[in-house]
């Protein structure tokens, strides 16, 4: 039985770039597609999985707009040594690609055996980087230490964008 006020939200691994599968998850019936980038293209094969490239995440992200309504979300951690190029350069793409929403928060090493922490972000640089993304049409940005690719803060507004979605649509 359908519940209108439940939202669904899928967090997706980019499949090895197999879009078929992409397709399946997209055209499900979801509300938010979520794939994480993660990090900056420059430092993407220190972070990630070996198998995981910054182009197919970005391939994948395109392929669900194509071929779904749902919104598009990614988050980045900062703290790896990415720069601001680094970062303007991911926002961009990120914007060519249609991403809706996108977080960012403070990467923490989870053990010695993970990369350590190049910095730690100030908040007033995450005020500053939400202002930026907000600025490039994002259609909800959440930034801070402690935001997570989760962040529940972001829920209650996507609820009503998607409500509003709905509206239009059917108007």
Do not use: I
Request: net charge negative; glycine share 6%.
């Amino acid at each position: 039985e359908k519940t209108p006020d439940l939202l669904v939200e899928a967090l997706t691994p980019d499949f090895q770039g197999q879009m078929d599968l992409v397709t399946a998850v997209a055209t499900s019936g979801l509300d938010v597609y979520a794939h994480n980038v993660e990090t900056v293209e420059r430092l993407t094969p220190l972070v990630r999985d070996r198998r995981a490239t910054y182009q197919q995440s970005m391939e994948v992200l395109q392929h669900v707009k194509s071929v779904a309504s749902c919104l598009t979300k990614t988050s980045l951690m900062l703290g790896f040594g990415e720069t601001e190029d680094d970062l303007m350069m991911t926002l961009e793409d990120l914007r060519k690609n249609d991403v809706d929403v996108v977080t960012f928060g403070q990467y923490l090493q989870p053990s010695k055996r993970h990369l350590p922490v190049k910095e730690y972000v100030t908040p007033e640089k995450f005020a500053e980087w939400q202002t930026t993304a907000e600025g490039m049409g994002f259609t909800y940005v959440a930034s801070g230490p402690l935001v997570r690719s989760s962040y529940k803060a972001g829920e209650f507004f996507l609820k009503n964008y998607l409500k509003d979605k709905q509206k239009n649509a059917a108007a």
